[in-house]
């Protein structure tokens, strides 16, 4: 591999770098998607900027208000054993525990997994149920979009040139809330999810079934996909199987899944519907068991 | 161009000259000659590359050696010590739990950062702990045997 190197030791620098050579500058965390596609002539970057000498990349704090701010270069295997993140934000840490293998996670980050932007991406769907926002450094200054506004398609975002994630902010979830992450592939460690599908449920009085829901689905779409119609319909009514059939059905309606060489369309969509309606049975033990 | 690095290396400070595309993979086995370290499918698949960085298991084929300057990196060839193997070395010689050889010095780090963190591992949190590593010749089960001895301190030296 054949390119220049910039360590930046601020995130201002980093951004700088990276706009004054917007296309031929990219930036690098973990390596585990950039230097397998320079590796693969997919890009030829002239600049490869380092962000791991960026001390403000690698904090986790809280928020003050039950939320907490993850920097977007802290590595996903000390994200996945941090306390507070299996405690409040289970959904997420056992997506984190999903992702290819321990000497993997060591080496890679949220940073670079959200902006790869793979509708696969395993941080994808905990963190839409969990209705995170990712902070956003750029030329301009910092912005914050919602995640669900972030993602543009399969591999594209709103980053702009010289733009660089730099925090995820989780807001606290609901009081009492309950989730958890499924992912169907076809072995258990280093494979991309086939299909995936993240539940968030809470304890909400108003919901005529008594509980509220969030749902997002991976690998099912061109992006990972919230799935609004099939929350409507959890918080419609008892959990029967009409209820069911009519969960199954709102999922199947929303995803567009494609054939490739690891699953057929048909076979997917189907996962997703049965997927989604056992993350809704898991969350449910959870809330009635009272522990996470 | 090449730029100059320090980093730490078994326990040895070295100070080289560097490509920055060089992954810390290519710098180990070709600037340092320790070959100990392999280079199975260069894409972070198999895990045969794998080193400790600061005692963290890691990729060396996807790691930019620039990327561990001044960090203290442990091979293979940095597991025995004054000559007598690691109890993990002496538990897969005992167990029969290399056969080729490839993919174990990948494995013994991976097996050495678990039991650093998790003295006593079950059975499946070091089939976790070692699923990032992959090998044909053995079937896995007698490599999480050989690490369940280590752990139990069979063989300890
Ligand atoms: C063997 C293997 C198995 C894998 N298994 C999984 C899996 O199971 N699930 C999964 O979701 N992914 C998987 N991946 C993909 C990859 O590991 C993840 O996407 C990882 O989170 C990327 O993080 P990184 O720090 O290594 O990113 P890098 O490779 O360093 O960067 C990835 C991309 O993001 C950009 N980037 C990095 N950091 C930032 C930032 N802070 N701001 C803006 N842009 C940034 C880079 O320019 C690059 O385009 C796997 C990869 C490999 C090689
Ligand atoms: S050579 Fe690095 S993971 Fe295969
Ligand atoms: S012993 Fe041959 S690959 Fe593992």
Redesign the pocket.
């Known amino acids: 591999m054949d390119f220049l190197i910039e360590q930046p030791d601020t995130v201002e620098e980093a951004v700088r770098i990276l706009a004054e050579r917007p296309g031929a500058a990219?930036?690098?965390?973990?390596?585990?998607?950039?230097?397998?596609?320079v590796r693969d002539g997919l890009s030829r970057p002239e600049v490869v900027v380092d962000?791991t000498r960026i001390r403000e990349?690698v904090e986790v704090r809280e928020t003050g208000d039950g939320g907490l701010s993850l920097g977007?270069?802290v590595p996903?295997e000390h994200l996945a054993r941090r306390p507070e993140l299996a405690e409040r934000f289970g959904a997420l840490a056992e997506a984190l525990r999903?992702?290819?293998?321990v000497p993997?996670r060591f080496?890679?980050?949220?940073?670079?997994?959200?902006?790869?932007a793979?509708p696969?991406?395993?941080?994808?769907p905990p963190l839409l149920v969990l209705e995170a926002e990712v902070e956003?450094a750029g030329p301009g200054g910092r912005r914050r979009p919602a995640l669900a506004d972030f993602f543009q398609g399969p591999r594209r975002t709103v980053?702009g040139p010289g733009?660089?994630?730099?925090r995820i902010l989780l807001p606290p979830p609901p009081p009492g809330a309950r989730g958890t992450y499924l992912?169907f592939?076809r072995r258990r460690a280093?494979?991309?999810?086939l299909v995936s599908v993240a539940a968030l449920g809470w304890p909400d009085a108003e919901a005529a079934s008594g509980v509220r829901f969030r749902l997002a689905a991976g690998a099912v779409a061109p992006t990972p996909l919230r799935l609004p119609a099939a929350e409507e319909i959890l918080a419609a009514g008892r959990l029967d199987e009409e209820t069911r059939t009519a969960v199954r059905r709102a999922v199947e309606a929303a995803v567009r899944p494609i054939d490739d060489v690891r699953a057929a369309a048909t076979y997917r969509r189907e996962m997703a519907g049965t997927l989604a309606l056992r993350a809704v049975d898991r969350v449910l033990r959870t809330l009635e068991g009272g522990v996470a | 161009m090449k730029v100059m690095m320090s980093l730490t290396v078994n326990g040895k400070l070295e100070t080289i000259a560097v490509r920055p595309g060089a992954t810390l993979l290519e710098v180990l086995r070709e600037d340092l000659r320790l070959t100990g370290t392999k280079r199975g499918c260069d894409?972070?698949?198999c895990g045969a590359c794998t080193v400790l960085v600061d005692g963290e298991p890691r990729l060396s084929c996807?790691t930019l050696a620039l990327q561990v300057r001044g960090r203290r990196v442990d091979t293979i060839e940095g597991l025995a010590r004054e000559g007598y193997p690691h109890r993990l070395q002496e538990a897969f010689d005992r167990e029969g739990a290399a056969q080729c050889g490839f993919c174990t010095p990948g494995v013994l780090l991976s097996a050495a950062a678990l039991l650093a963190g998790n003295p006593h591992p079950t059975r499946e949190e070091v089939r976790d702990g070692l699923a990032g590593n992959l090998c044909r010749c053995t079937g896995f089960q007698k490599i999480v045997d050989a690490v369940e001895a280590a752990a139990r301190g069979e063989g300890d030296r």
Not at chain 1, 120 to 124: K, R
Request: cysteine-free.
């Open positions: 990219r930036a690098v965390w973990g390596g585990s998607d950039l230097v397998v596609e962000l990349l977007a270069g996903l999903a992702v290819g293998s993997l080496g890679s980050t949220l940073g670079g997994n959200l902006a790869t793979s696969a991406a395993d941080s994808a956003i980053l733009e660089i994630i730099t992912k592939a280093l494979d991309l999810a | 894409h972070g698949d996807i």
